[in-house]
């Protein structure tokens, strides 16, 4: 049986992450070790569980401790060859591979490296968490890369601070991993958003820079040139090496993280050697400044 007290938070890094030792996430958990668990996340941000053997259900049971369920979203029919793949059977389940079943992807996201970006960031209602499982990787790369928006939102200079309190950012998502949007064409069938530049976490109620690479694409309100020039430059701020983990998987490894307080990414591997893994999400709500 376990006890909140077995539970050891061992951090990763200095910019965030933290492995958690002493628990096993097929066995129903007691609402303290759930409770102690949640801690530990919203200190570190993102959280590593090693030498997991976890179904689908396993992965599915523990997720829902910490809120409802996500679906996965459906592409709109143009871009729908760019994503999904063909073992996606359970609407609560996106299966994230470059597996390829006579030529045809079985999961979504393929080859190569994947820009930093929010999880359904384009959306009304971002997820408020994702859950990785690990369950084929490649001998080398692939390593998901963690940005803490905390910290970067907390060392912007009081001028940058100035210049985006108060604004919307458009955050769209044409299913492109490593390619800045085109927003020289017609936008209204390309899934987007706009959201606070900087937003308050529900949570911790702190502020977290809200703009990625991949998918932020605009500041409201302002020039293209200012739009662009500031973007640039917070693009570049949160991606600096003080603000981010990399995490190095491991077979068995689960890792969890809160997709409104950091920016993930992808790093390149190998287009030869399979990777899959198994990701769900906590729903989101609509977040603010
Ligand atoms: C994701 C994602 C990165 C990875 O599943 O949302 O960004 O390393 N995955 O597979
Ligand atoms: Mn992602």
Redesign the pocket.
């Known amino acids: 049986m376990f006890d909140a007290t077995d539970v050891e938070v061992i951090p990763l890094g200095e910019a965030c992450g933290a492995e958690i030792r002493g628990v096993d996430l097929k066995k129903d958990l007691s609402d303290e070790v759930v409770a102690k668990i949640q801690q530990a996340w919203n200190d570190h941000l993102v959280l590593c569980f090693r030498g997991q053997d976890l179904t689908q259900e396993d992965q599915l049971r523990f997720a829902a401790r910490f809120g409802p369920l996500g679906a996965r979203k459906q592409a709109p029919e143009p871009l729908r060859d760019k994503a999904e793949g063909v073992w996606q059977l359970d609407p609560k389940i996106?299966l994230?591979s470059n597996i390829k079943v006579d030529g045809i992807p079985v999961g979504?996201?393929g080859d190569g490296d994947?820009w930093f970006?929010i999880?359904s960031g384009y959306s009304e209602k971002p997820y408020k968490y994702?859950f990785?499982y690990g369950v084929e990787l490649p001998a080398e790369g692939?390593?998901?890369l963690f940005a803490n928006m905390y910290k970067a939102y907390d060392a912007l200079s009081d001028d940058m601070k100035k210049r985006i309190a108060g604004k919307k950012a458009l955050h769209i998502h044409e299913y492109k991993r490593a390619e800045k949007v085109d927003l020289s064409t017609d936008i209204s069938k390309v899934p987007h958003w706009f959201h606070p530049v900087a937003i308050t976490h529900p949570l911790t109620k702190r502020k977290a820079l809200f703009v990625d690479r991949l998918m932020t694409a605009r500041i409201e309100g302002v020039s293209n040139e200012e739009s662009d020039e500031i973007l640039r430059e917070l693009y570049d701020h949160g991606e600096k090496p003080e603000f981010t983990y990399a995490h190095k998987?491991r077979l068995g490894d689960f890792v969890m993280w809160d997709n409104l307080a950091l920016i993930?990414?992808?790093s390149w591997f190998p287009p030869e050697q399979r990777?899959l893994?198994r990701?769900c999400t906590v729903d989101g709500a609509p977040v603010f400044e």
Request: proline residues 0%; without cysteine; hydrophobic residues 45%.
């Open positions: 996106l994230v979504a996201f994947m970006h999880d994702t990785l692939g390593d998901t998987w993930h990414a992808r990777r893994m990701r």
